[in-house]
């Protein structure tokens, strides 16, 4: 009865009892949902369509009753005028009457892209961003116990990260990261990292990596992966290849590499597609990474600490 007593008699407790009846009342007399409403109903005879060749008048089943006038003809269109005695309470008269119809049907398309109606014609965009500075700090470890891990054959990482922006704030970006070597010298590696955080949501990347050696110093590289956020799905597939060629002539060596990426996008246009704009990207990183052995458990311990700044290049381009 005491503590009863203590929380009916406290501050906190009215105001939040005059908070709830304050919006109990307001729900009451002017409730939200008339605010929501974004358009009135259509005209009846802009959503139905009676053909001329209506043949059942009375319907055998709930014995409504069905009639059609033929009006006139229009350019090899028929225009008639049809009745239908299904009325519902909320339904509203046409322009010829209630439960009447006069409709020669219409015509509808829809545009993906930039439809045709725009040919020829100059499109301007105009976008206006304040600067985004980001700056960010993260740790990230990589343990191991009892030298089970080797450096060609398992790595598992641990990170976390804090980064600040201008335009999100605060926000924690915890990692993990997973890698195995399936032939025991970095020649087919499978990997995958995760990524959370408070603002993008999980961010999950499996990836594969082969590698060639010949006898002959060329050596190739051959990548893919995906990328999987739980907030925007499947972001992209990524695909990469490499090729080096290594010859040592006496006591001169002669390089030659060349490679090659591709990325796919899943991102679908259904609206008219934007203009991006150019950035100015200033990007600085630090970065430290020190090791240490304390009895059975050694591992590696890397700091980075980054910044950038973000702002438009032109902010109205003509096209």
Known sequence: MLQMKKIRTSKISKVISCYLAIQLILTTIQPMQLFALTSGPSQPEFNSFTPIGTSDMVDLSSGDFNYNIPVMD???????????????????????????????????????????DFKGDEMEYEKNLKDRITVGISAQLQPSLLGFEKED??????????????????????????????????NAIVGMNVQTSATE??????????????????????NAGISYNSSRGLQNFSLGASMKNVQRISDKNS??????????????????????SAFQNINSTFSYSTGRDVGAVDGELELSATASVQKIKDAVKKE
Do not use: H
Request: overall charge positive; aromatic content about 12%.
């Open 201 to 222: 949501g999980v961010t999950v990347s499996p990836y594969v990596s082969a590698r060639m050696i010949s006898n002959q110093a060329i050596n190739g590289d051959l």
């Open 255 to 276: 390089k030659f590499s060349s490679s090659g990426s591709g990325t796919i996008s899943f991102s679908n246009t259904t609206m008219t597609p934007r203009k991006r």
């Open 74 to 116: 229009v350019g090899g269109y028929p225009l008639n005028l049809s009745y239908d005695s299904g009325v519902t309470m909320d339904q509203e008269a046409s322009w010829v009457g209630l439960g009447w119809n006069l409709n020669v049907g219409q015509i509808n398309r829809q545009v993906r892209g930039i439809p045709d």
């Open 153 to 186: 054959y398992f790595k598992a990482s641990l990170g976390l990260g804090i980064n600040y922006c201008n335009y999100s704030g605060v926000s924690f970006t915890p990692s993990y990261g997973l890698s195995f070597d399936l032939s025991n010298s970095n």
